[in-house]
Structures are given as C-alpha cells and as structure tokens.
C-alpha cells in the first residue's frame, strides 16, 4: 500500500488575534496605568502613555513611530527621481556615438550632412529625443538604441500607473502596445461612464474579463478600480512635482515618444485627468525632496512617493491624536508591509490591550465628561499593592502568620468567596451551589477557584482606623508621592476585604488637611503649596474616630516633616518655619485628646530629618506610641506589619 504524501506547511497565523499567544497580562498593565495616575497624571493620559511606550516586552507606539519615520528618512535619504532621465541620456549618446562612428567610415556628402544633423540637435535631452523620430539611422546599434529609448519611456509611463507593466513589457511587440492602447481606451469610457452614472456592474464585468491581466489586485467594483489608479496617478504627479522645472519639462516632451505612438501618452492623460475629477481628495499637489545617489526609474520613483503617503499615514494612524483615535484604525498590512510581521504583532497585542482594558471596565466617566478608574480597578490596584507588602513582610520576616489577615473567631452565619491567604472553612453547600450553576452554564469543570466561598467569622476586634498621609511637596519632589498612595490602597484593600468590620478613614493633610476616598487619593496632583498641618488631620481623625465609639481607635500617621502649619480658631491655617510654638502647641493638644480616647498611635517617619525624628519621639513616649522609620519601599510593609500586629492584640 502507497502512503500519500501529506505535507503541512506553517506560517503566520492572519485570521485576528494568535489563539495560541499568551493571554494580554491586564494586571501588570493596569499597575503601570495606576502608578502613572499616582504620580498626577489623568488615567486618559496614563492609558496613552502605556500604549506609547509598549507593554509585556512588545514595542510601543512611539517605538513604531520611530521605525516609520527612520524608513521615511532612508527612502528620501538614499534615492534620487531622476533614473529615467539618466537611462534616457545614456541610451541616447549611445546611439549617437553608435552613429557618428558608422558615419566616419563614409567619405560621402550625405554622411557630412548627417553629421551637421547630428551637431545641431538641442541641448535638451527631450528635444533631441523628438528631433531624432524622423531620422534615418545608418547604425543599426544606434537605432537599437534609439528604439530602447522608446521602449523604455512607454515601460516607466504605464509602470507608473499600473503594478508590473515595466517587467511585463520587456520584449513588447506591436500587438502588446495596440492591446494596451484599447485597454486605455476601454478604461477612460468605463470612467467616463461611472462620472455621469450611467456606468452598469455588467460593463465593469466585461471590463474586467477582458482587461484584467492588467490589474493583478483583481478589484471587484469599479470604485475599487478607481481608488487603485487614483492612489498611483497621484503618487506620480506627486512624483513630478518633487523634480525640477527643467526634469519636468524633459519627461513631458520625451513622454510623447513612448512606444513611438503619441496616442498613449494622450490616452495617460485622459485618464489622469478623469482620476483626479473622481478623486479630488487625493494629495495632487504634494511633493518630496529626495536627495541621495540612487537612481529611481518614473515606476520606482511613483511607488516610492506612494509609500511615503503610506508612510505618512501610518504615523498619524499611530499617533492616535485625532478624535475617536482607535488603535483599531493601524491599517495592520501596511505596517507588516512597511516594517515587518513583529510590527503587525505588536500592533495587534496593544490593540488587544486597549480594547481587554476598556471592556474589563477598568475605567468610566466622571461628572465632568473626564476618564477615570472604576471602583474595579482600584479594588485591582489595591489587590496588586496589597500582594507587593505581603511579600515583603513574608520576605522581610519570614512570619507566616502575617498573611494571614484577621484570625478567624465564631462563625457570623455568612459566607464570602474566597481569596489568597484565607484560612477559614470552606462552605461546602456553597461551594458545590457554585459548581453547579456555573455548569449549567455550559461549564464542564467539577469544580473551579471561583466556585469556593469560606465561613465569614467574627473579627476578634474591631478597629476605627485613621491613617493620616502627608501630602506637602517634599513628599512629591523627594520620590515618596507613589509610595504613600500605594501603601493606603494596600491597607484600604486589607481592610476592605479581610476585616470588613474595621472603619478606614484617609486623610490627606497638606496646607490644610481633609477626607479623601481613595479614588480622590488616587488621583490627587502634587501642588506645590508649603505646610505640614498635622494638627488638623488629627482632628479630623478624632471625628471619625468618636463616630465608631465601639472599636479600638488607632492612628497611623505618614509624614515626612515637622509640623509647620496648625488650624487656628478662624479656620485658617497657620503657617511658620521653623515650626512656632503656637502649632507645636495646637499638634500636641490634639494628640492628648486623642490620647485621652485611648487611641494608639503608630508614627512613620520618611526621610533623615534630626528634628523631625527627635519631636516625633517626643510626641510618641508622651501618648505611649511608636516611631518607625522605614525606607521608601518599605513604607507599605510597616503600615501593613504594624495594623495586624494591632489586631493579633
């Protein structure tokens, strides 16, 4: 029996997104969105900027960009337009030498005459190109040559207009020329008719049944037809426009010497003009300068000018500036065309990105019409935080214990689902419910993560939590902006989550001090406003504090300077430095009052400061608190350390 011989043949894969790539890492993306947003700029902004700079090992935006422009620059930089023209010369003094040698050979009158014939042509290679089609040449070389000029001219003009003529039409005969010619004619009638709409879908049909080794792109409408030759005859105009008056006037007048038939040129005409009517939109107008040692023949010389206007388009595509940018617009098979298949990829992963980020609902719409994060991707954000200071702690001290939030106690008759770090029973008749909801749902999976759900237990303390953070600008303009919001997503997400009875308050103390929900912190821009009025933000603290009479009160406070600034009885703010004694004096009563509501106090200190260091010690044996110093990126750790140590209490 003969095995048949099956070959598999691989390559890219084209139809959409590879199904075999690795998934879009939305979590590591929304972590660089979120720190972008931290340091003050607005998620629209940061959503951008993750998309210029690329994401996952893939290249960017900008880095594409930079890949567009560095082609368009070598394409200008390398090539010159001018390879017909030379061609051209060199062909014609070819002949010319060819004659005047076989004229040398000839003692005649008539070779003296010839001679003269020759001495007198124009200077212009145009010119002598036309004074030369009625000439009878001697040379049989020469005439050779002359007819090459001919050849050639008619090759580059309908290369121009129509993919592969130039190759096609190498050893063209008179019949090609005279089929090529009533494909002219049939094509301006076929557009003539499409202007004035009384064009038909079967005129196109026998069109193309007819004519269509003409165009090998197969367009399946006459617009397509049009938009195919508009794009190329505007390329060459463009083309024409680049060269100089004198280039210019030289291809014109050699141009009716194509093919040695004056008709083609005026068919190629005929058709311009009707392109440019049907498609004014077009760039007719637009030129380049190219400036290098190569020479492109008028077919290179227009694909060339067609792939700057690829170029060019490309660039704004992956600009996105324009409104309702999507990265969706990248036209994919230009980029791979223009710079590689890992160009499309890259394209095709940030567009995924974009469209996984936007249908996760990671962002909406503020009042004002602007763009930020939901709630869902500040729950993400604080998750993310909240995981970076469990590894530190685990890492730091090697505690299990400290991933573990909020030891169990009796049993509240809830259930909750389960997340990293839970230690409590499962719920099985939950747990199984899940199950077998999601397999009606065409799950066939007995059981899955997201089907677990533990037993909610008592907390074993309930605590009001006032974590105080300083928001003057040393904190921005000595590195510790990102820190501070992170480690208040980390403890907002630990609270929210693991300890759902304890009551979190944030506030932001500057100038002045205030409340903040964490998407407001989130956001919050560095202003350059001095003062560090701890004052206040402690009285805001003991608010929130006397609202939660039945928990434990607890302070944590994150500052990186003295008090400068205290409330003063007007409601303005104080400010002085050094520090005066009338808002050492304010801060210090506050924290006795709050001392006197038996509220434990936490102190994290940032930065190297004497002073600072030497009050807050100071202030912490007065209220029986403690001072940490921790680094920047151990700011997270401490707090987090710090408030489970309090609830293992």
């Not at 124009?122 to 050779?144: H, I, M, N």
């Not at 617009?223 to 426009?241: S, V």
């Not at 009716?256 to 005409?269: E, H, I, N, T």
Request: proline share 4%.
């Amino acid at each position: 029996m003969r095995r048949r011989d099956r070959r598999v043949r691989y390559g890219p894969y084209r139809d959409g997104p590879d199904p075999l790539a690795p998934p879009v890492d939305l979590r590591a993306a929304l972590n660089e969105i979120g720190r972008d947003v931290m340091e003050g700029g607005s998620p629209r902004q940061a959503l951008q900027e993750l998309l210029r700079r690329g994401h996952d090992g893939r290249r960017g935006l900008d880095e594409l960009t930079r890949q567009v422009w560095q082609r368009r620059r070598d394409l200008q930089r390398d090539n010159r337009l001018d390879g017909t023209l030379a061609e051209v010369r060199e062909l014609l003094q070819r002949a010319l030498d060819a004659e005047r040698a076989e004229l040398g050979r000839h003692d005649t009158d008539d070779a003296r005459f010839r001679e003269m014939q020759l001495d007198a042509l124009p200077p212009d290679t145009g010119g002598a190109v036309r004074e030369l089609d009625s000439y009878d040449w001697r040379s049989a070389s020469a005439r050779q040559a002359y007819q090459q000029i001919r050849d050639l001219l008619g090759r580059e003009l309908l290369d121009q207009r129509f993919a592969g003529m130039k190759e096609a039409l190498q050893n063209a005969t008179s019949e090609d020329v005279e089929r090529i010619r009533e494909m002219l004619e049939d094509l301006n009638s076929l557009l003539a008719d499409h202007a004035r709409g009384r064009d038909t879908p079967e005129q196109f049909a026998e069109f193309m049944r007819r004519h269509g080794e003409f165009f090998p792109e197969n367009p399946r409408t006459v617009d397509e037809l049009i938009d195919l030759l508009a794009a190329r005859a505007a390329a060459a105009q463009r083309m024409l426009n680049s060269m100089s008056a004198q280039q210019r006037a030289e291809l014109a007048e050699l141009a009716q010497q194509a093919f040695g038939d004056p008709r083609l040129m005026q068919s190629l005409a005929q058709l311009d003009a009707q392109l440019q009517g049907l498609r004014p939109g077009e760039d007719w107008t637009g030129s380049a300068r190219f400036r290098g040692d190569n020479p492109l023949g008028m077919g290179e010389a227009t694909r060339a000018l067609e792939e700057l206007a690829q170029l060019d388009a490309l660039a704004e595509q992956l600009a996105q500036s324009y409104p309702g940018a999507r990265l969706e617009d990248i036209d994919l098979e230009a980029l791979e065309s223009l710079l590689g298949e890992q160009a499309r990829v890259d394209a095709q992963r940030l567009a995924e990105l974009e469209r996984e980020l936007t249908r996760q609902g990671l962002f909406e719409r503020a009042a004002d019409g602007s763009l930020q994060l939901s709630p869902k991707a500040l729950r993400r954000l604080g998750e993310s935080a909240l995981r970076e200071v469990v590894d530190r702690i685990g890492g730091r001290r090697g505690e299990r214990e400290t991933r573990r939030a909020g030891a169990a106690g009796e049993p509240t008759g809830a259930t909750r689902p389960w997340a990293f770090g839970d230690t409590e029973s499962w719920s099985v008749s939950r747990t199984l419910l899940n199950a077998q909801l999601r397999r009606a749902s065409g799950d066939e999976r007995a059981l899955d993560v997201t089907d677990v759900e533990i037993v909610e237990t008592e907390q074993r303390s309930k605590a009001a939590v006032a974590l105080l953070v300083d928001t003057s600008w040393s904190m921005v303009a000595e590195g510790r902006w990102v820190p501070m919001k992170r480690t208040a997503l980390a403890l907002h997400h630990l609270i929210s989550t693991r300890f759902r009875g304890d009551e979190l308050a944030v506030i932001a103390f500057g100038r002045h001090a205030r409340t903040v929900e964490l998407g407001e912190l989130v956001g919050l821009d560095g202003a350059y406003v001095q003062g560090t009025n701890l004052h206040h933000a402690l009285l805001l603290a003991g608010r929130h504090l006397r609202r939660h009479p039945d928990a434990r009160p607890v302070v944590l406070a994150v500052t990186d300077g003295e008090p400068t600034a205290h409330l003063a009885p007007d409601g303005e703010a104080f400010f002085d430095y050094p520090p005066s004694p009338a808002t050492i004096s304010a801060t210090i009563g506050e924290v006795d009052r709050l001392t006197g509501q038996d509220a434990s106090f936490t102190f994290f200190l940032l930065g190297d400061d004497p002073r600072l260091a030497a009050f807050m010690d100071g202030v912490a044996r007065r209220c029986g608190g403690r001072v940490v110093a921790p680094t920047v990126d151990g700011l997270g750790a401490e707090v987090v350390a710090d408030y489970l140590r309090r609830k293992g209490r």
